[in-house]
Structure formats: C-alpha cells, structure tokens
C-alpha cells in the first residue's frame, strides 16, 4: 500500500515537473519520446513469442 502512494506521488511529480526526485538528486536530464507504431508491433510480437516458448518449456517439463 505505500509503495502504491509513492509512487502516485512519484507519477504526479514527473507528469508536472518533467523529472522525478531521484533525477535531480542525481543530475539526470529525462527525455520522452511517443512509441511508433513499428514499436509497439514489435514489442507485441516479442511478447507473443515469450509467451509461446514459455509454454513450450512448461509442456516439456511436464513430460519429464
């Protein structure tokens, strides 16, 4: 439960500020950029894939 308000205070902070605390504190300059759609399409079939081979493992390890 508390790390759940810290980190909405985190999250408020750097939507306002543009930086968290810890940022500052360590003098680090925090850029964003929006996803592409290529991004996202390959982040989505990385996952997929994860999730195929763990299946795979876990079928294998059942049969052992």
Same mark, same amino acid.
């Given at each position: 439960?508390?790390?759940?308000?810290?980190?909405?205070?985190?999250?408020?902070?750097?939507?306002?500020?543009?930086?968290?605390?810890?940022?500052?504190?360590?003098?680090?300059?925090?850029?964003?950029?929006?996803?592409? #759609?290529?991004?996202?399409?390959? *982040? /989505? +079939? #990385?996952?997929?894939?994860?999730? *195929? /081979? +763990?299946?795979?493992?876990?079928?294998?390890?059942?049969?052992?």
């Amino acid at each position: 439960f508390v790390a759940m308000i810290t980190q909405l205070f985190s999250y408020s902070r750097l939507t306002s500020k543009g930086s968290t605390w810890w940022d500052e504190s360590c003098g680090l300059k925090v850029e964003c950029r929006r996803i592409g #759609a290529i991004r996202t399409v390959f *982040f /989505v +079939m #990385a996952m997929i894939g994860l999730l *195929f /081979v +763990m299946s795979i493992l876990n079928a294998l390890a059942r049969q052992q």
